[in-house]
């Protein structure tokens, strides 16, 4: 019982959205959403099916002597609910179970809900940017952005809502910008941004010392490098990646708070329809090992594939057609939430599918994945 406290008094900090007297309190409301969520609800009319099929568990933390709403109660609940403070009191309870790893990937990366858009009200699809801590498996935090701008000013809205000290802060070409690094540093993390065409001067300077080096097998500079060699799925990935520190003639390197380094990594894919090959250049505010900026690059693309994918293929996030109010954002914050406790619960050994269907089954596993760390 004293393990739920912490969660009831975290959703008790939130505030009403309605006026007056209500019969069904907020905290219930909420509590029972995040579980329904957990255990597979995709929509308003599932949480309420699945709350009222739980009354008697959720007795065990909540007053239920009001009972359970409909689902238009939680539809209008959701819907009204600010996501800029909804979201930081979850983030607060997530991060009090799991304590983030010191100097983990912070992977930063933008995710658009496809089916958001309403054409009735001309509402357009929301865009989302994530902030993922790869090690841990823990969703740190979203900003939506505005339909009138972009990633490049959501990004720093989104560092500024989030603990990202300590952390190597990675982000795809689209969030290389001054500022964007700059902001990273102030924050007290490390940063590894990928860097193509959208910073001509920058992507040719780093592009021609590479070629230039690679011709020697660098010969003539150190160079802290890593490769990799896996086999399977009827393909053959050879990884190489090499990082040096930043060269006194690079063209545009002033311009970069505490750049210090340059890196590149080269994937070649052997199939038998014939070999691809993919280079990526990046620029780096810390001098690293080989080996640990292969691992920044490759944990990347840990927020695409155990963040994202899982959203739309386990949770349904692409297909869902929430979008009234703040309900599309709550809707994805809740996702986001229920795959972090998930990820975290390693007594079940299976997917995320198979948990979300095992908490709804079996009340004490609902409880190691809500409470237990």
Request: glycine share 8%; hydrophobic share 40%.
């Amino acid at each position: 019982m004293e393990r739920s406290a912490s969660l009831v008094e975290q959703l008790e900090k939130m505030t009403d959205p309605r006026r007056g007297e209500s019969v069904y309190p907020l905290v219930n409301i909420l509590f029972m959403t995040i579980c329904a969520v957990i255990a597979g609800a995709d929509d308003y009319v599932a949480i309420a099916k699945f709350a009222n099929t739980k009354k008697e568990w959720f007795a065990k933390f909540l007053d239920m002597s009001a009972g359970v709403p409909s689902h238009d109660r939680f539809n209008a609940i959701l819907n009204a609910i600010d996501p800029e403070e909804f979201e930081p009191v979850l983030l607060a309870w997530i991060t009090q179970l799991q304590k983030i790893t010191g100097g983990q990937v912070i992977a930063i990366d933008g995710k658009t809900l496809r089916r958001s858009f309403d054409h009735a009200t001309g509402k357009a699809a929301i865009h989302m940017v994530s902030a993922w801590a790869t090690a841990n498996h823990i969703s740190l935090g979203q900003t939506v952005v505005d339909a009138k701008s972009n990633e490049i000013t959501a990004i720093p809205k989104l560092l500024e809502m989030i603990d990202v000290s300590g952390g190597l802060v990675t982000i795809d070409a689209m969030g290389c910008q001054t500022e964007i690094a700059a902001k990273i540093v102030k924050e007290g993390a490390d940063y590894c941004l990928a860097v193509k065409g959208n910073q001509p001067t920058l992507h040719e300077g780093i592009k021609a010392f590479f070629l230039d080096h690679i011709e020697d097998n660098f010969a003539r500079i150190e160079v802290a490098e890593h490769h990799t060699n896996e086999t399977g799925h009827g393909r053959i990935d050879e990884r190489s990646y090499y990082l040096c520190e930043v060269p006194d003639d690079l063209p545009d390197a002033g311009r970069w708070k505490d750049l210090c380094a340059i890196g590149v990594s080269i994937n070649n894919t052997q199939r038998r329809k014939g070999d691809e090959i993919a280079v990526r250049y990046y620029i780096l505010n810390k001098l690293i090992d080989g080996e640990s900026f292969a691992g920044a690059v490759r944990d990347h693309w840990g927020i695409e594939n155990s963040c994202h994918w899982q959203l739309d293929v386990t949770f349904g996030e692409d297909q869902c057609r929430i979008r009234k109010g703040h309900g599309d954002e709550n809707f994805s914050t809740l996702r986001r939430t229920a795959l972090s406790l998930l990820k975290q619960e390693k007594t079940a050994k299976c997917g995320v599918k198979n948990k979300r269907l095992t908490a709804g089954w079996d009340d004490d596993y609902m409880e190691k994945v809500v409470f237990s760390r």
